[in-house]
């Protein structure tokens, strides 16, 4: 797999040499100024756009977003989907063959060899066409400063951007909460858990109201325990991650205090059967099927939760509730009552470096009008009287029972979009869940870990993965068997130990090399 990255970075270096100049910089062709009253491109560009397929909701050439989309922008507009399963694979194939790039690569996750690519010359800056993108300029320059993350956290190394920024998903991708079941605690006058102590006792009540229950019912083991992270140390995670506070980069696993703090909440959890004792491994049918009947009453999940659970358990129970509430936090002085953020889009267009100005100028000009108030309200709504009605005041998708917006008409699946208006998000889930959103964002840590969005060189992420296969093997596995207590809390001296004599201190200094880069 080296060898094979090096072979196509190789070329991508050669074509970046001789066609291009690297970066876009020197790129030749004729640039068209004239572009038909009302449309983007001049009637004779023609632009060749690659976009993943979802396997949820896979393309559809007839969806109507091409229609709307091909109708603002003139020119012709030819499409090409590939399965998402089949991308990581495309992708550097599409990588090695320079004189066959597409103008746009519309992205449902930023490659792995992204930046390396972008680096050589196979990909062109945003920054370096903003004669052609005034409506991406204007619209990030009206964008209040503590949303500028959303564009800051797509830059290079070189302070430069080449993937295009999402904005407006933040309200509905990865958004997570802690959730609880509000009609319960309602009917017997508790109070949602300000602490971990406080949860703790909540939990013990619950249990003895429900004895068949696991008041903290929680899944995913590890993966929510980072979630809940902010709780014990803001964003605190059990693995590699940014210390924002302390301005450092740390491994949670070696923060002895911290760690065992939260090794022993849960440790006394299990023990006294307040959480599943298989939460590190729980199933979801399982999971679910304790959550939906009454045997489970807290958890730390995805907000989409709220309308799943609280639609299929009202139709034997209406008063059934799930709701978000405050994260409880430590009475170490240091948690905070968040949990971690997460909830950032993963999606984004690339512009390739065909060597053509001609066509790297219509290709920006494709991207700017995703950006503007027009692409905006037209890739997020669509047509009055096609995709959405007019009900009580308010915009309605045209759905029939079962249907979604993606599979229907193309809205918001892979490459469609860039900038959304946020109505549409809390108009494609029922009021109840809607009105927890600007809660659960202000209930949650304001900046995104690093180890998120950035990326390492070919060779740094090739030394990652070496170090993290060392150390999950080591971490996860004797963290679970502190919770479920295979191993005795007496030994946590000695983990600390054996974490001392893994690479830990050479995993850190990768990670804080590629962060100083971008920062």
Not at 84 to 103: H, Q, R, V
Request: charged share 25%; aromatic share 12%.
């Amino acid at each position: 797999m080296k060898r094979l990255t090096a072979l196509i970075l190789a070329a991508i270096m050669l074509f970046a040499l001789c066609a291009c100049g690297g970066n876009g910089g020197t790129a030749s062709g004729d640039v068209s100024y004239d572009i038909p009253e009302g449309k983007q491109l001049p009637d004779d560009a023609v632009l060749n756009i690659t976009v993943g397929s979802h396997g949820s909701w896979p393309y559809d050439e007839n969806w109507k977003i091409w229609e709307y989309i091909r109708e603002a922008m003139g020119g012709t507009l030819n499409y090409n989907a590939i399965p998402g399963s089949d991308f990581a694979t495309k992708f550097p194939l599409i990588m090695a063959s320079p004189d066959e790039f597409p103008d746009v690569i519309g992205f449902q996750n930023k490659p792995t060899g992204f930046a390396d690519f972008a680096q050589q010359g196979a990909f062109v800056a945003l920054d370096d066409y903003e004669e052609f993108l005034p409506d991406y300029n204007e619209f990030w320059n009206s964008v209040p400063e503590d949303e500028q993350w959303m564009r800051d956290t797509r830059r290079d190394s070189d302070g430069k951007i080449y993937y295009a920024p999402i904005y407006g998903m933040e309200r509905a991708t990865n958004l997570r909460s802690w959730l609880y079941r509000k009609d319960i605690f309602d009917k017997h006058g508790l109070n949602t858990p300000e602490t971990i102590d406080d949860l703790y006792n909540v939990s013990k009540k619950l249990k003895e109201l429900y004895p068949d229950s696991y008041p903290l019912c929680m899944r995913s083991g590890l993966g929510n325990m980072n979630v809940i992270g902010s709780s014990f140390k803001p964003n605190f995670h059990f693995n590699a991650y940014y210390d924002f506070e302390n301005e450092k980069w740390s491994y949670g696993a070696t923060e002895s205090e911290i760690m065992l703090e939260m090794v022993e909440f849960f440790r006394k959890m299990v023990d006294e059967k307040l959480i599943p004792v298989d939460f590190m491994t729980i199933n979801s049918s399982t999971w679910e099927e304790l959550v939906s009947t009454d045997r489970g009453f807290m958890m730390p999940e995805y907000q989409v939760r709220i309308d799943f659970f609280n639609s299929i358990a009202r139709a034997k129970n209406p008063d059934y509730t799930m709701a978000a509430m405050v994260p409880p936090k430590s009475t170490n002085g240091i948690g905070i009552a968040k949990v971690n953020k997460y909830n950032n889009d993963p999606m984004g267009f690339g512009v390739l470096n065909t060597g053509d100005k001609g066509r790297i100028a219509n290709a920006m000009r494709y991207v700017n009008w995703f950006y503007s108030d027009e692409g905006a309200e037209t890739i997020s709504w669509g047509k009055e009287g096609e995709t959405y009605e007019v009900v009580d005041g308010k915009r309605k998708f045209i759905l029939s029972d079962g249907e979604e917006v993606s599979s229907k008409y193309g809205i918001k699946s892979i490459g469609t979009y860039l900038r959304v208006d946020p109505a549409v998000i809390d108009a494609a889930i029922s009021e109840e869940q809607a009105a927890t959103t600007d809660f659960i964002l202000e209930n949650t840590y304001p900046k995104l870990d690093p180890t998120i969005y950035m990326e390492l060189s070919a060779e740094d992420s090739a030394l990652v993965a070496d170090y993290e296969t060392s150390l999950k093997t080591v971490v996860e596995e004797n963290l679970q068997k502190f919770i479920i207590g295979q191993r005795p809390i007496s030994e946590w001296d000695a983990f600390q130990k054996e974490l001392s004599e893994l690479p830990v201190s050479e995993l850190l200094s990768i990670y804080e090399k590629a962060y100083n880069a971008i920062k």
